[in-house]
């Protein structure tokens, strides 16, 4: 049972452009969502994050949205740029200070291309 | 730089044998760690969670026997893999949560072949 899925493997944007990953969860326990960003062979960089009484969180070119009635988030990076190529992963987890916090669950991973 | 340091970066060992794989957190205290796994192609997969001064608590299918857990103090996590098989050849990563902050860092991740 994929508990956090993103169902686009992959996403092609021309630089300077937007990019919106989505993603979706079925677990309502889940309260704090997180983006990261991964090389191969290299662990996850963060990147943002959102806990659930928030529906939208920004940071510089990075802004994430919650829809929580929806259970569905999304990354937008704009502008986009080629070193933004990467694969993107959200994940999500129990609440900050709860038992569970900490505890990821990820989805499958968006190969993100910006191309020049 | 990192908040989460792993080591060693990758590894090669022989059938059989056992490899141990150390995770620090830099500048915080974590009084709890968490071991995923990431076969090519895949997503990552939660192993355990390291608990500091108690026994770790491992995911349904993966094997406490096997995959030893020490969390010996509030800044180092190891994850010792016992009696190693090229199946167990894979990419190691943990992670630390920084309550302060509400952020959740990963080390750079361990390259295990088994040959």
């Known amino acids: 049972d994929q508990q956090v899925k993103q169902n686009s493997p992959s996403l092609s944007v021309q630089e300077g452009r937007i990019s919106i990953l989505n993603c979706d969860y079925t677990?309502?326990?889940?309260?704090?969502f997180l983006w990261y960003k991964k090389y191969p062979a290299e662990g996850p960089t963060f990147l943002i994050s959102?806990?659930?009484?928030?529906d939208k969180n920004e940071d510089g070119r990075f802004t994430v949205f919650l829809n929580k009635s929806a259970k569905h988030l999304s990354l937008h990076i704009v502008p986009s740029q080629p070193g933004d190529s990467a694969v993107y992963f959200c994940?999500?987890?129990?609440?900050?200070?709860?038992?569970?916090?900490?505890?990821?669950?990820f989805g499958q991973g968006t190969i993100l291309t910006v191309h020049p | 730089g990192a908040v989460v340091s792993q080591h060693p970066s990758w590894v090669i060992c022989k059938s059989g044998t056992s490899v141990k794989i150390e995770c620090r957190s830099l500048?915080?205290?974590?009084?709890?760690m968490f071991w995923y796994r990431q076969f090519p192609k895949q997503s990552l997969m939660l192993m355990a969670t390291?608990?500091?001064?108690?026994?770790?608590?491992?995911e349904q299918g993966v094997e406490k026997d096997k995959f030893l857990i020490n969390h010996a103090s509030l800044t180092l996590s190891t994850l010792t893999v016992t009696s190693a098989h090229p199946e167990d050849s894979s990419f190691y990563i943990c992670?630390?949560?920084?309550?302060?902050?509400?952020?959740?860092?990963f080390g750079e991740g361990s390259w295990l072949t088994v040959v």
């Open positions: 992670s630390a949560p920084q309550n302060s902050g509400n952020t959740i860092y």
């Open positions: 677990n309502s326990m889940f309260d704090y």
């Open positions: 994940a999500a987890s129990g609440y900050a200070g709860g038992t569970s916090y900490g505890k990821l669950t």
């Open positions: 959102i806990s659930s009484i928030k």
């Open positions: 390291s608990n500091e001064g108690s026994k770790a608590t491992y």
């Open positions: 500048d915080f205290q974590a009084t709890t």
